[in-house]
């Protein structure tokens, strides 16, 4: 079955040349794995109307305060090998994540708990601002590419570079992860920080907006952020993709689609599943 699947970035202009760069780089990586075509288009006269929402919103950022993707990946010497650390699940990371804020966070710097290997890392210290560079690639954009080579070049990169090492003696000792390699599993032995947003001021949710209700269904933490953001009702979405969890997830749609009193002139529903490339953690 064919699908198409996207993404919506903001980029600096000025560094349009240098994400095309990264653009050529990762439609390559596509079709090397099944991607039928790739197109990267850029919009012109791009001004903020009602249609869009502010990043920070989606955390509810205060002003002055940065938020950093923070993602539990595994790494083999200097490489990512795995962008979801063995598929590990949130009772894991909940804990990993703390002992993270218990000894690494501060006043300025403190962690916020999502879903499994995904969280938020929420910072008002000056060297963790977001300093107008291209950024930090997301972990499954560099999977098998040594990762220090994709911090900025400046002294954002040597405060990340830092925190990420300091993170990974905290994450390489801790019990959760000796007990995953004892099992034969990926260890969440490293802390990718990545996609800075900065506090921006609010915009009202879809309804107000579009006079439209609407609703998101998905496992995916990032997505489950945007949705509540914009004031989307958000439902858990099939856990894979095997007849059961389908079948749920239908359900889940139809009664939805099926609530009395409300009008629902048209509905579309998307399923989108994302495979991602891993290798298997060596032990020492």
């Not at 099944?34 to 109307?49: F, N, P, Q, V």
């Not at 990340?160 to 801790?174: G, Q, Y």
């Not at 959760?176 to 915009?203: C, F, H, K, T, Y």
Request: glycine share 8%.
């Amino acid at each position: 079955m064919r699908y198409v699947d996207g993404y919506v970035l903001p980029i600096p202009r000025k560094n349009l040349p240098a994400y095309r760069r990264m653009a050529r780089l990762a439609g390559k990586v596509w079709r090397e794995h099944g991607a039928l075509d790739y197109k990267e288009c850029a919009g012109d006269d791009l001004k903020k109307t009602e249609w869009t929402v502010p990043f920070s919103r989606m955390m509810k950022l205060k002003p002055g305060e940065t938020a950093w993707c923070c993602e539990l990946v595994t790494r083999q010497d200097d490489t990512i090998i795995d962008a979801i650390a063995g598929n590990i699940k949130t009772k894991e990371s909940e804990v990993l994540v703390q002992a993270l804020d218990e000894q690494l966070g501060s006043d300025a710097r403190r962690w916020e708990v999502g879903r499994d290997a995904q969280h938020l890392l929420i910072t008002t210290d000056p060297s963790l601002r977001r300093d107008g560079a291209i950024g930090v690639p997301p972990p499954e954009m560099i999977v098998g590419l040594p990762w220090k080579r994709h911090l900025p070049k400046s002294p954002l990169g040597a405060t990340l570079n830092s925190l990420i090492e300091d993170a990974a003696k905290l994450l390489e000792s801790h019990p959760i992860n000796r007990v995953r390699i004892d099992l034969g599993e990926n260890p969440a032995n490293l802390l990718w920080l990545w996609g800075s947003v900065g506090g921006e001021s609010a915009q009202p949710p879809w309804s107000a907006r579009t006079g439209l209700a609407g609703a998101v269904i998905s496992n995916g933490f990032m997505v489950r952020g945007l949705a509540l953001a914009m004031g989307l009702e958000w439902k858990s979405g099939p856990s894979s993709i095997e007849e059961a969890p389908l079948a749920h997830a239908l359900k889940t749609v139809a009664g939805l689609l099926e609530r009395p009193g409300e009008r629902r002139p048209c509905a579309r529903v998307v399923f989108h599943h994302h495979n991602r490339r891993t290798s298997h953690f060596q032990a020492g």
